[in-house]
C-alpha cells in the first residue's frame, strides 16, 4: 500500500497546483504578471515537489504500471476538486467513465 499511499500524494500535489492554476488563470488570463504573482511560485513550488515523488516512484515501479496510476489517479481527484471547488458537473456518461477509470486503478494497485 506503500506505492498506492505516494502515488495518490504525489498526484495530489500535482491536481492542487493544477486546481490553482485553472482558478487564477481563469480569473486573470495568460499574462506576465499572473506568472510573477505569489500564487504561481506555490504552484511551481508544488509541482517541484510532486516530481520528486514521481521520480522516486520511478525508481522502483514499472513505468507503464506507474504511468498508468498517475493517470488514474489524477482523473479521481481532479473530478473531485473540481466538483468541490469550482462547481464543475460532468455528464451522466462522463461518470461512468470516471468509475471505470477508478476500477481500473482499484485493479492496477492489486499486485
Known amino acids: 500500500m506503500h506505492i498506492i499511499a505516494l502515488v ?57 504500471r506507474n504511468a498508468s496510476l498517475f493517470a488514474l489517479a489524477s482523473i479521481m481527484l481532479a473530478n473531485v476538486l473540481g466538483y468541490l471547488f469550482l462547481g464543475e458537473v460532468l455528464t451522466p456518461t462522463q461518470y461512468v467513465g470516471v468509475m471505470l477509470a477508478i476500477a481500473a486503478f482499484i485493479v492496477l494497485a492489486l499486485k
Open 8 to 64: 495518490l500524494l504525489t498526484q495530489a500535489l500535482y491536481t492542487s497546483a493544477d486546481l490553482m492554476a485553472r482558478y487564477f488563470m481563469g480569473a486573470y488570463g495568460f499574462t506576465l504578471s499572473n506568472f510573477l504573482s505569489p500564487w504561481f511560485a506555490t504552484y511551481f513550488a508544488l509541482r517541484t515537489i510532486a516530481m520528486f515523488g514521481q521520480l522516486y516512484l520511478l525508481t522502483f515501479v514499472e513505468l507503464g
